[in-house]
């Protein structure tokens, strides 16, 4: 069963900075991508960012320059990814969701979705 945790999220004023963070655990082959969307009050999930295995990384086009994707590999069955958020404006208030593309086995990779986080910019 495979696990994604999200935390780091909260309410920051215009300008301000924030790390999110999400820790994939449990039994699984590889984690193939894991990265970010956000889901605003009355619009569409869009992608924020994402992070490969090999560790190519892509930003949307809006959130270039101010956000950036990490990841660290901490055992074979633990990893974490990060979203830093620089200059954060009020329309980047949303619900965040971590995602994996996950393989439970060597034949099998699905997307695995973490429970959200609320990122809430506003003075």
């Known amino acids: 069963q495979v696990r994604l945790v999200e935390s780091g999220g909260g309410l920051v004023q215009p300008g301000g900075s924030l790390r999110l963070s999400c820790a994939a655990s449990?039994?699984?082959?590889?984690?193939?991508?894991m990265g970010w969307y956000r889901q605003a009050a009355g619009k569409q999930r869009e992608l924020v960012a994402t992070i490969t295995r090999g560790g190519n990384t892509n930003i949307a086009d809006s959130m270039k320059g101010r956000f950036t994707i990490s990841r660290d590999n901490i055992a074979n069955t633990a990893n974490t990814v990060y979203l830093q958020m620089n200059s954060l404006k009020p329309e980047d208030t949303a619900v965040y969701y971590c995602?994996?593309?996950?393989?439970?086995?060597?034949?099998?990779?699905?997307?695995?979705w973490g429970q959200g986080t609320q990122v809430t910019v506003s003075s």
């Open positions: 995602y994996g593309f996950i393989a439970t086995t060597s034949a099998l990779a699905s997307t695995h």
């Open positions: 449990g039994s699984f082959f590889s984690i193939n991508a």
